[in-house]
């Protein structure tokens, strides 16, 4: 009897201990240490190259590194560089992508665009002609300008002023395209632009598909600094609603899809790897831009250019992984971050 007595007060000692762990806030010191710790980890890492795809993406400074952490209660915790504005590429995606979800409903996105990870490049025209679906989900380039063609406009400049605006409720400031960034991937888009045919060849393009490119190229070329995507961010941990402007921009219902997407295709082809190592759903751009967000409680943003083959930023992966880790903040219980 004493025995078991002992047990039960030694398992209940565990299980207290094991909550009060799970449980324990992070405190504003402990979001800038892991913010400093991880931004002085990794400044000087060298692997991975600029995109140059986009030939002006190259001439962006390589070294630029930012860290930025901002609370679903808008608490910001930074290190690096806050300020360059850098394209959005295809961080922009899961936002557009919540533009319909909120003016035509989850189902619109699931039918009409998909939900499907490729496990593929996220430009690639395989995916396309291999899914039935098509334009497979709304994080490859294939759906990303499906999910532009789908918003309901009356004209090509209502069309993208509502997709620009919707952004703006996201970063809670006004934002510019970077014309060069416009003007340079738009003369080099024969990729974009054969993918755009094929959708609409394949009744998968919901408006004439060069207004589609035009205005998904301009998505793309919106220029943004690593406060400006943490916020974005912070806007999905606190179910939708901007902690700045308090303006909700995604019902609290369509958070998780959205969220959903994001973890099983964010990070394309290495959506697999992106998840074993960091257990977030996120999203990144060839800018260099990565947001990753923990729900209900922050987001994480990072800028810096070089890029891993699969066209994701080698120093964002690597400090969002380690403050994924340290914080011990995957969805499925803390990853092993690297
Ligand atoms: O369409 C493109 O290729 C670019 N505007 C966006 C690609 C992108 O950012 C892929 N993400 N890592």
Known sequence: MIVKAIQGYLSAALLTASVATVAAPISPADYQRVVDEAYAQFKDEKG?????????????????????????????????????????????????????????GPRAVREKIGVEPTGMAFNSKMALEIYEGRSVNPLVNAGAIAAVSLVEASSEKDRWQQVLSNIEDYTAR????????????????????????LLFNYGRLYSEPEEALRVYTRQCSIGINTLDLAMMGATLANEGVNPKTGK??????????????????????????????????AKTGVGGGIVAVVPGKFAIATFSPPLNPAGNSVRGLKAIGYISSTLGVGLYGPNAGE
Not at 69 to 84: C, F, H, K, N, Q
């Open 174 to 197: 006004d934002l510019t395209v970077l014309e060069e960034v416009y003007d340079s991937e738009y003369e080099t888009a024969w990729g974009n632009r054969a993918i755009a045919n």
């Open 48 to 104: 991975g190259a600029n995109a140059d795809y986009i030939p002006i993406l190259a001439t962006v400074p390589s070294e630029m590194f930012g860290v930025v952490i901002i609370t679903r209660d808008g608490e910001v915790y930074s290190a690096g560089e806050l300020d360059y504005e850098f394209s959005i590429q295809s961080v922009s995606k899961p936002f557009t992508a919540s533009l319909i979800m909120q003016q035509q």
């Open 248 to 281: 909700r921009v995604l019902d609290r219902e369509h958070v998780p899809e959205l969220l959903a997407i994001m973890a099983t295709a964010g990070f394309y082809d290495e959506s697999g790897e992106w998840m074993y190592s960091a257990g977030l759903p």
